[in-house]
């Protein structure tokens, strides 16, 4: 159960939708994923791009955390939340030249460079700043991630990183860049990964990349193998805390790293995705010829992951007890089919002003809202202003 019964006195009112944030679970989470990495050594970049609230920003940050960016702007943010330049990484297909001076002149630890011409682009804005950008290369290793092909990123056909096939030139330009440092080598293969055997073939990958350059007589001090930790969208409210002991310890098994070797991680999505749920009413119920629907107050414009990629995301009603009595589509108010965030949804029989949540949405949700419709902005309620605010 989301909220106790204080609590839904408290949340009875307030204006809809909004997204709650619980920040114990955040806080236990994040120290779970800590523990589990500090222990062998790993350091772990948080992806901005799961969430980039302020609130949660400031709390991982705080937990010494580092800060996986992908965008100029998200690189000042992470600096204005007090993440030190030295624990930034800036990766991504498209930097502009804006973004990396801005990230150079910052002093960021590393670039996690995507290709030969973004190489050189670097490499001549460096000379200009007359600064030395560190980078890492993102090689493209040709893993399956057996994940939505949305979100898979390391085959072949994928425009990320640099195919294996151009490593050699890759090395070449990187050896006469005089303004670039190479320290390490990036590989992300996709994102809500659960299938841990595709971590251990990224392990044998990375290895053999990593032995290809050093034979070639470049030392390679970071291994950045990527984020993409699944989480469990079922929602077992007995274990919201996604495994990060067995995730950490393919690596710590698998990966052949030397004693100065460093292994950096950049989770998003377990970091937070259980954190976030995204409060809703009840606008209309309207019984079709075949249906029943919920109309509620939220839509794609707040959450669009089920829209884009028919993504999974548990729904129930927050403010009663009762059994799921009625199966429900539950869709939005925007003016698309594809506004709905379940089909045939067990809920207890609902009627307008009820209360649902849909949850583990704290990663890629409220980040992906967009304006369309020229819906509001996006709301928030943090779990410990309804803990103890009693004039909510
Ligand atoms: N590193 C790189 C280079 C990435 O591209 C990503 C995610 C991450 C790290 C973090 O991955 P995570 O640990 O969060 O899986 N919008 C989609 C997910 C897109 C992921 C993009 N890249 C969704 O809602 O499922």
Not at 268 to 288: E, F
Request: hydrophobic share 40%; aromatic share 10%; charged share 25%.
């Amino acid at each position: 159960m989301l909220f106790n019964n204080i609590q839904r006195e408290r949340i009875r009112d307030l204006e809809t939708p909004f997204y709650y944030y619980d920040l114990d679970l955040l806080n236990e989470t994040l120290d779970h994923a800590k523990h589990a990495a500090d222990k062998r050594g790993f350091h772990v970049h948080y992806a901005l791009k799961a969430n980039f609230n302020d609130r949660l920003l400031s709390v991982i940050q705080s937990k010494g955390f580092g800060a996986d960016c992908v965008s100029g702007n998200e690189v000042q943010k992470a600096i204005d939340l007090g993440f030190t330049a030295d624990k930034i990484t800036f990766a991504g297909v498209g930097k502009s030249d804006k973004e990396i001076i801005l990230s150079l002149q910052h002093g960021i630890f590393a670039f996690n460079v995507e290709s030969i011409q973004e190489m050189e682009v670097i490499n001549e804005l460096a000379s200009k700043l007359g600064v030395i950008a560190k980078v890492s290369l993102r090689i493209n290793p040709n893993i399956d991630a057996n994940t939505h092909h949305y979100i898979t990123t390391g085959l072949d056909e994928n425009k990320f990183g640099v195919p294996t096939s151009e490593l050699e030139t890759a090395a070449s330009v990187i050896r006469q860049a005089k303004n670039v440092e190479l320290i390490g080598l990036h590989f992300h293969v996709g994102s809500q990964i659960t299938d841990m055997n595709v971590f251990k073939s990224l392990c044998v990958k990375v290895n053999e990349w990593k032995n290809w350059f050093e034979e070639r007589g470049t030392q390679i001090k970071v291994l950045n193998v990527g984020g993409g930790l699944g989480v469990d969208y079922q929602l077992p409210d007995d274990n919201p805390i996604p495994d990060f002991e067995t995730y950490f310890e393919i690596f710590d098994r698998f990966l052949e790293r030397a004693p100065h070797q460093e292994v950096h991680f950049e989770l998003g999505r377990a970091l937070v995705a259980q954190s976030g749920s995204l409060i809703t009413k009840v606008l209309y119920t309207k019984s079709g010829v075949k249906k029943h629907f919920l109309v509620v107050d939220a839509g794609m414009t707040e959450l669009m992951r089920p829209a884009l990629y028919q993504a999974y995301h548990k729904i129930e009603r927050v403010d009663t007890d009762q059994e799921p009595g009625v199966l429900y589509d539950v869709v939005g108010p925007i003016c698309e089919s594809s506004d709905c965030f379940g089909k045939e949804v067990p809920l207890p029989q609902s009627e307008r002003g009820d209360l649902i949540a849909i949850r583990t949405a704290g990663a890629y949700g409220e980040v992906m809202a967009s304006h369309y419709n020229l819906r509001d902005e996006v709301r928030y309620l943090y779990s410990d202003a309804l803990n103890l605010s009693p004039s909510l």
